[in-house]
């Protein structure tokens, strides 16, 4: 069946870093467009980051010049890699893998950015 394990996540402070990686797995994974969204407490799930069908990358603006999504197909994994974190990033993150009416979620991993 199909997975997407997130990890990475934990508590940092602000200005930190952290690197998220989400496994593949019962899934083409090349074909898919991957991504990561993120929901904050009391918000809705937002996108943060998601390679597009033609390989580009779209960034959400309050993440844009901080965080960087990338690939390795060989690997099954998608990463999102977070610098100079705020506490306004502290949610639960999730991976997403799409292709065409296909739309899967991992279980998320949290994130919190506190001193």
């Known amino acids: 069946q199909v997975q997407l394990v997130e990890s990475g996540g934990g508590l940092v402070q602000p200005g930190g870093s952290l690197r998220l990686s989400c496994a593949a797995s019962?899934?083409?994974?090349?074909?898919?467009?991957m991504g990561w969204y993120r929901q904050g407490p009391g918000k809705q799930r937002e996108l943060v980051a998601a390679?597009?069908?033609?390989?580009?990358?779209n960034y959400a603006d309050s993440v844009k010049g901080r965080f960087t999504i990338s690939r390795d197909n060989a690997k099954n994994t998608v990463y999102l890699q977070m610098n100079s974190l705020k506490p306004e990033d502290t949610a639960v993150y999730y991976c997403?893998?799409?292709?065409?009416?296909?739309?899967?979620w991992g279980q998320g991993t949290q994130v919190t950015v506190s001193s």
């Open positions: 390679f597009t069908s033609g390989g580009s990358t």
């Open positions: 019962g899934i083409r994974f090349r074909i898919y467009v």
């Open positions: 997403n893998a799409q292709w065409q009416l296909l739309d899967y």
